[in-house]
């Protein structure tokens, strides 16, 4: 029994608790015992912003199709739009809706990210769409909080690339 799981035996009605060993669990990839725990707190805590932002993970992680209650709550506790938009833009990735991700993506891009997981969800959409007004935005607004990422530089240049090769057919 490791630590974390110690202190939520220990504190089995704790929403704190309850919400680290879940966090735990899928951190550790046990999905299934997550989510039952996850039912747990979600009857102990459910307006709480932290609750809701683990719900939106597991749903994620168990392609889970009502995450419009996580979203919901998320609103009516003052979640800000940078973490609703990232969580929206991340369940739209795992189930490929190339449509929602785009239009998504287009809103998170123009925010000042706050978070690394905003950032990093972003970069992916990125690379998924590969849209050149996309990039353009990214490259203006985000770019500059990026270190030195090989990997970045050549999506970019990619998506870049082909938009000159567009425009080189059409002059």
């Given at each position: 029994m490791?630590?974390?799981?110690?202190?939520?035996?220990?504190?089995?009605?704790?929403?704190?608790?309850?919400?680290?060993?879940?966090?735990?669990?899928?951190?550790?990839g046990?999905?299934?015992?997550?989510?039952?725990?996850?039912?747990?707190?979600?009857a102990?805590?459910?307006d709480?912003?932290?609750?809701?932002?683990?719900?939106?993970?597991?749903?994620?992680?168990?392609f889970?199709?009502g995450?419009?209650?996580y979203?919901?709550?998320?609103r009516?506790?003052?979640?800000?739009?940078?973490e609703?938009?990232?969580?929206?833009l991340?369940?739209?990735?795992?189930?490929?809706?190339?449509r929602?991700?785009?239009?998504c993506?287009?809103?998170l891009v123009?925010?000042?990210?706050?978070?690394?997981?905003?950032?990093s969800?972003?970069?992916?959409?990125?690379?998924?769409?590969?849209?050149?007004?996309?990039?353009?935005?990214?490259?203006r607004?985000?770019?500059?909080?990026v270190?030195?990422?090989?990997?970045l530089?050549q999506?970019?240049?990619?998506?870049?690339?082909?938009?000159l090769?567009?425009?080189?057919?059409?002059?």
């Amino acid at each position: 029994m490791d630590a974390i799981e110690k202190h939520f035996r220990e504190r089995q009605r704790n929403p704190l608790a309850i919400r680290h060993y879940v966090r735990s669990l899928l951190d550790a990839g046990h999905v299934l015992e997550a989510s039952f725990y996850f039912d747990l707190l979600l009857a102990a805590d459910p307006d709480s912003i932290e609750t809701n932002k683990l719900g939106y993970h597991l749903a994620i992680q168990t392609f889970e199709t009502g995450v419009q209650r996580y979203e919901r709550a998320l609103r009516k506790a003052g979640a800000s739009e940078e973490e609703i938009y990232s969580l929206q833009l991340a369940y739209y990735l795992a189930f490929n809706v190339r449509r929602l991700i785009a239009d998504c993506a287009h809103c998170l891009v123009d925010m000042e990210l706050k978070k690394d997981f905003g950032l990093s969800v972003l970069i992916q959409a990125i690379e998924y769409v590969g849209e050149y007004e996309l990039a353009r935005k990214f490259i203006r607004y985000q770019y500059r909080r990026v270190g030195n990422s090989p990997h970045l530089d050549q999506i970019l240049k990619r998506i870049l690339i082909k938009r000159l090769v567009e425009f080189l057919r059409l002059a």
